[in-house]
């Protein structure tokens, strides 16, 4: 926070005591139920944030010259943040995973109880490593992309603290018990309020900076990173919109009821996975793969024809996720049509990607980072593929509830978001450091395969476990009864379940490796004066005119 | 930036835009990706033309086919069930000793026992029925309630300290607990009970107290138990001769069984199965015993 003006340093120390006083009154009017620990939870870190600020208080005024570079602080810290989340979230769920082969695992504990567990390592990885990712890959890209600093020094940290805040809340709140029961929204109604607030805040810091850019044109990263803050602020409020008990408990009850609550829940369900852990890391996919492979993308049209399929399509589809529900038969026909539309333009994305690379495979063999981005195009590509596949009701009716929509998620959680995620981390951390290198490359390698290998055991271990779960609720013996109960299906569920939750603990190996690389980057490997892997900010539009040999 | 250039790799043009090095190659929209796209278009069509689709205010479109979810269901539904009468209706009409004798027939109602068991009973008596803690054992020959089909489908229908108005009733009072038996003559009774099917537990030292338990015994407990203590199923009473036990058969357990009592409670299920499934888990679980009354 060195380059904070005196006049942003105040507006902190307002904005935090302001963010104490509320931490205070939640703690004395919820002194009885889990609201008032969120209230010390909120005193805590205001007043921690506030002793950061004031150390540094009464420094001088940052040097004007700061208007020539970029405004990378924020990022370096969303980094730290997105690691530290990385190795919590998928911790939680390899246990989750184990508690599913053995159950004692949770050990007779209310708080790692698995319906507590489950939404702390959703949240942890999606909201807390995933939006981490995502906040700060977008401020570099946007930044990057658009030639213009951030549009101001306090929001950046406003966006980053408070969705951070949210992120903490959410996860010890489902520890205490405390969760809306909607799926990936799970969060109460104050943590809600306050990531609105952020949201709100973030969407127009990225306008504001857009609007500055000294390029004529958006870059697609923007579009896809525009898309993502956009839809996720209406999804957000709009499922999210609830009645609270009283201002002083935690429970709030939905306004929404019976099969609309439904609705609104995968509309929201389903759209978190088309605009946060799509939208988003297409954008990311757009910056860094071109930047690795030193390649153009390969067809700018067809990133027009993804981009709108994508952003239309995927807001008719969620009602794939209530087939053979009360949901009303022609809801679930319109979502199940336009789920099979969506397919190409998600295929089209995939192998804009992949095609970008022609000219470069030879740098996918050598480079471990490049080949997580292709890796992670590639996963993209097959779970989205499935996903139209196991929208089609008849498909639908094998699959629903089963572990192939586990196995289905995963395919996109690790394959493609991790692995996109940990392909921009590793381009992006030298660069931002200013650093000559990764720390170590044989790391990135030995990252790459315990995630690939990871990837695979936990996914075709999910397919087997489904595949075999959902035939077997259906097999009817020569009598026309069912042949097996659900406690047979467990059973043979079991072996899976262990495969399952090896192939995470891979992963998560997987990303320890990658914390670690990273720190001792920033830590120990020398640096560089000349960062020219950025077109100077105060360059004129036309120095860079000279076209760079293409490869 | 807008700098037109040709990439060398491809041939292509550039679109002439770069940001911090970026540039996009013009490359048309392959031919196959559009084919693919009105093939996928062709099929949406082609589904909201034969099924329900599309919201017109109050109702919506029917399509040619006509497809209604519920009245699919209905009609899986009743065609299964009509498929399964071919036995259904003898296990609902014949006497259990006929089906018994029928070796076809309880083949299919095995079968059908397993899934009805699994879904139903496994919670609490196990997948192979053999119980555990608090839950009774049902593959062996000892049955609180008796063992026959009858008497099953009895338990099954009423249950066990249910809820059911004429539900199986059984209470193991807290007999120390309740101090209606001095700690001494707890600690006795449960010596002689444990000696029952621990003979070699009774040795010269403790003789006194499994003599003054059997004493305590036929004053206090044989009236359910029977005073050969081979317990009365009328009652729901277990025999403590034969080393089965529901609580656990160690002196601690016996203790802790007569000093704070048992009330163990089994659903009543003639809410949640019908008629037939009663039966057919009757006939099921009878057959898992190893004695068939």
Redesign the interface.
């Known amino acids: 926070m060195g380059q904070l003006t005196s006049g942003e340093r105040q507006l902190g120390v307002v904005v935090l005591v302001v963010l104490a006083i509320i931490g205070i009154a939640m703690a004395a009017g919820g002194r009885f139920d889990p609201i008032g620990i969120h209230g010390v939870l909120v005193l805590v870190y205001s007043l921690a944030l506030l002793y950061v600020l004031f150390s540094q208080a009464f420094g001088p005024e940052p040097d004007a010259s700061r208007f020539a570079s970029y405004y990378d602080d924020p990022i370096k810290v969303g980094i730290g943040l997105t690691l530290v989340w990385a190795v919590f979230g998928m911790f939680i769920g390899v246990w989750a995973a184990a508690q599913l082969a053995w159950p004692s695992l949770n050990f007779d504990m209310a708080w790692s109880s698995f319906g507590r567990i489950r939404p702390a390592h959703t949240t942890g990885v999606i909201f807390g490593f995933g939006g981490n990712a995502l906040i700060a890959t977008s401020f570099h890209v946007v930044q990057?992309?658009s030639?213009a600093r951030l549009a101001d020094q306090f929001s950046p940290w406003f966006v980053i603290f408070g969705y951070n805040l949210f992120c903490l809340i959410a996860v010890s709140g489902y520890f205490m018990g405390v969760t809306q029961s909607k799926e990936y929204a799970e969060a109460e109604w104050y943590a809600d309020l306050l990531l609105v607030v952020v949201w709100v805040t973030y969407f127009f810091l990225y306008v504001r900076t857009l609007a500055r850019r000294k390029?004529?044109?958006i870059?697609?990263a923007n579009w896809y990173f525009m898309a993502f803050i956009i839809v996720v602020a209406i999804l957000h409020i709009i499922n999210n919109l609830a009645v609270p008990i009283s201002l002083t408990h935690a429970k709030s009850y939905t306004i929404w009821a019976g099969v609309q609550d439904a609705m609104v829940q995968w509309w929201y369900g389903h759209n978190a996975v088309a605009f946060f852990l799509t939208a988003g890391f297409l954008g990311m996919l757009y910056?860094y793969l071109?930047?690795r492979a030193q390649?153009?993308?390969?067809?700018?049209?067809?990133?027009i024809?993804s981009f709108w399929g994508i952003t239309f399509f995927y807001m008719w589809a969620g009602s794939h996720h209530l087939h053979?529900t009360a949901m009303?038969?022609?809801v679930?026909?319109?979502g199940?049509?336009?789920s099979?539309?969506l397919?190409?333009?998600s295929?089209?994305s995939a192998?804009n990607a992949l095609l970008t690379l022609?000219?470069a495979w030879h740098r996918v063999r050598d480079d471990a980072t490049l080949r997580f981005i292709m890796m992670a195009a590639f996963f993209y590509g097959l779970s989205t593929f499935e996903g139209s596949f196991l929208a089609i009701r008849p498909v639908n009716s094998l699959s629903h509830y089963t572990d192939w929509t586990v196995g289905h998620v995963h395919a996109g959680a690790l394959g493609w978001v991790a692995m996109i995620t940990f392909g921009a981390m590793y381009t992006l951390v030298p660069s931002l450091w200013k650093r000559q290198r990764m720390y170590s490359s044989a790391l990135v390698e030995v990252h790459f395969w315990l995630a690939l290998i990871g990837t695979l055991i936990y996914v075709f271990a999910m397919w087997n476990s489904g595949i075999i779960q959902g035939l077997m609720w259906r097999t009817?013996?020569p009598?026309?009864?069912?042949?097996?109960?659900?406690?047979?299906t467990l059973?043979a569920m079991y072996p899976y379940y262990m495969a399952r939750a090896f192939g995470g603990l891979l992963f998560l190996i997987g990303a320890i490796v990658a914390a670690y690389n990273v720190w001792m980057t920033v830590r120990f490997v020398p640096g560089v004066v000349d960062a020219t892997a950025?077109?100077p900010l105060a360059a004129d539009?036309h120095d860079?005119?000279t076209?760079?040999?293409?490869? | 930036m807008d700098i037109e250039e040709t990439d060398q790799v491809t041939g292509r043009r550039t679109t002439g835009h770069i940001w911090n090095g970026i540039r996009e190659l013009d490359t048309p929209i392959p031919r196959g990706i559009l084919l693919f796209l009105i093939v996928t278009h062709l099929f949406a069509a082609l589904w909201w033309l034969l099924e329900p689709t599309w919201p017109l205010g109050t109702t919506y479109t029917k399509g040619l086919v006509g497809s209604d979810q519920k009245q699919t269901v209905e009609q899986n539904i009743a065609a299964a069930a009509s498929a399964r009468q071919a036995w259904t209706t003898q296990v609902e009409t014949l006497s259990y000793d006929e089906i018994r004798a029928d070796e076809g027939l309880m083949a299919k109602v095995r079968s059908n026992g397993h899934q009805l068991f699994g879904d139903n009973c496994a919670a609490c008596h196990g997948r192979d029925g053999k119980g555990g803690h608090n839950y009774p054992d049902l593959t062996d020959d000892d049955w609180l309630w008796g063992g026959g089909p009858e008497k099953i489908a009895e338990t099954l229908t009423v249950g066990v300290n249910s809820r059911n108005e004429s539900s199986r009733i059984s209470q193991m009072p807290s007999f120390g607990a309740d101090q209606m038996l001095e700690r001494k003559q707890v600690l006795d009774v449960a010596a002689y009970v444990y000696s029952l099917s621990n003979p070699e537990s009774s040795t010269a030292s403790n003789i006194g107290s499994i003599e003054a338990g059997r004493e305590v015994f036929l004053t206090t407990c044989a009236s359910c138990h029977g005073e050969d203590a081979k317990g009365n199923a009328d009652v729901g009473a277990p025999n403590l001769t034969d080393n089965r036990w529901i609580y656990g058969g160690t002196i601690e357990r016996i203790i802790e069984t007569i000093h704070g009592g048992r009330q163990g409670h089994m659903p009543t299920w003639d809410e949640r199965l019908t008629p037939l499934q009663i039966r057919i888990l009757a006939l099921y679980v009878n057959s898992l015993g190893t004695e068939k009354p």
């Open positions: 990057r992309t030639r390029e004529p044109h870059y697609v910056y071109p930047i390649r153009p993308i390969f067809s700018y049209r067809l990133s024809l053979y009303p038969l022609w679930q026909n319109l199940m049509t336009f099979v539309m397919l190409v333009p295929w089209a192998g022609n000219g009817y013996s009598d026309d009864t069912l042949v097996y109960s659900f406690v047979d059973l950025d077109k539009a860079d005119a076209p760079a040999p293409a490869e």
